[in-house]
């Protein structure tokens, strides 16, 4: 039951780069990255977030916005599991208001006892509910800040806390470079069954540098403050007649520990590529991440402004 129950909570509570060893905190579904085209540039989006999934990585990126926007994307995740989002954002006089919803789930979980005896079938999920606010500083520069509704569930049991997210970004006048921060899953952590664990509260701090008008990189560093874990992300795009983009992306994290066992993982275990298309407002977008034994992620998302 113990290995069941291990892999099952790196299903649901796991982050994208699979940090889930000696991890110190709670409700880790949070670390899962939105968006094929955030994801496929090595989750490297605090700089250069412009779209709904803004209010994921950085919501400050709601000010660069202009009109409406509707963002979903679905994941066939890791052993079994699904996770969806969506978002969307509405630019006001003041700004822009962000709302957004992510879910990781698994359906039809086998149990098992200690004597290896069926116990039954159960589910297990993870869910995020997001308001987001952003203005603009200047005509350069914004501040953002989320309000989260968390729940995590597993069979009969479930748990419900209150987070938030700071967020600012800036794109230097005249320059080809952005900068973003923000600073995730401020909270009182989340209490499941007897314990009480902190939220995966992380500092991140994003660069971005545009080299000509077809060819962009993006770099971003984050700090988880509990774990004490820092990871580098960082992704290209190349785009190809304003119509089709192609983006590659690496995230330092390429081991797992499940228990005192050690999965065996390899370079490509933090490697990302993909592709988007837009045609006039709209955008589909598709990433695709190998993890050796665990198997593969790939996200699809769609896009739409009006």
Request: net charge positive; hydrophobic share 40%.
């Amino acid at each position: 039951m113990k290995k069941i129950l291990c892999l099952m909570m790196i299903a649901l509570f796991g982050g994208e780069q699979l940090v889930f060893a000696a991890t110190n905190t709670g409700a880790n579904f949070l670390k899962i990255g939105v968006g094929a085209k955030a994801v496929g540039m090595g989750s490297a989006y605090t700089a250069v977030a412009d779209d709904p999934t803004a209010i994921y990585w950085n919501p400050a990126g709601l000010s660069r916005l202009s009109k409406r926007e509707l963002g979903i994307m679905h994941s066939e995740w890791l052993l079994g599991t699904k996770y969806d989002f969506m978002g969307y954002a509405h630019p006001v006089p003041w700004g822009t208001v962000g709302l957004g919803i992510t879910r990781l789930s698994a359906s039809e979980l086998e149990g098992r006892s200690s004597a290896r005896e069926a116990t039954g079938r159960f589910s297990a999920a993870g869910t995020a509910y997001i308001i987001g606010f952003s203005m603009p500083l200047s005509c350069h520069s914004g501040l953002g800040v989320n309000i989260k509704y968390l729940t995590s569930q597993l069979s009969s049991d479930s748990a419900s806390t209150f987070a938030i997210d700071l967020g600012t970004i800036h794109k230097l006048e005249d320059k080809p470079v952005s900068l973003g921060m923000s600073l995730q899953n401020i909270g009182p952590g989340m209490k499941f069954i007897s314990q009480r664990d902190p939220l995966p509260l992380s500092l991140v701090v994003g660069g971005a540098y545009q080299m000509s008008g077809l060819f962009g990189m993006v770099l971003d560093l984050k700090y988880e403050l509990y774990d004490r874990k820092l990871s580098v992300g960082i992704g290209t795009e190349y785009t190809i007649l304003s119509v089709l983009f192609l983006r590659a992306g690496y995230v330092s994290y390429v081991a797992q520990a499940v228990g005192e066992q050690r999965i065996a993982s390899s370079f490509l275990s933090g490697l990302g590529g993909g592709f988007g298309l837009k045609l006039g407002n709209y955008t589909a977008d598709y990433v695709f991440m190998p993890f050796g034994d665990l198997g593969n992620i790939q996200k699809v998302s769609l896009g739409a402004k009006f």
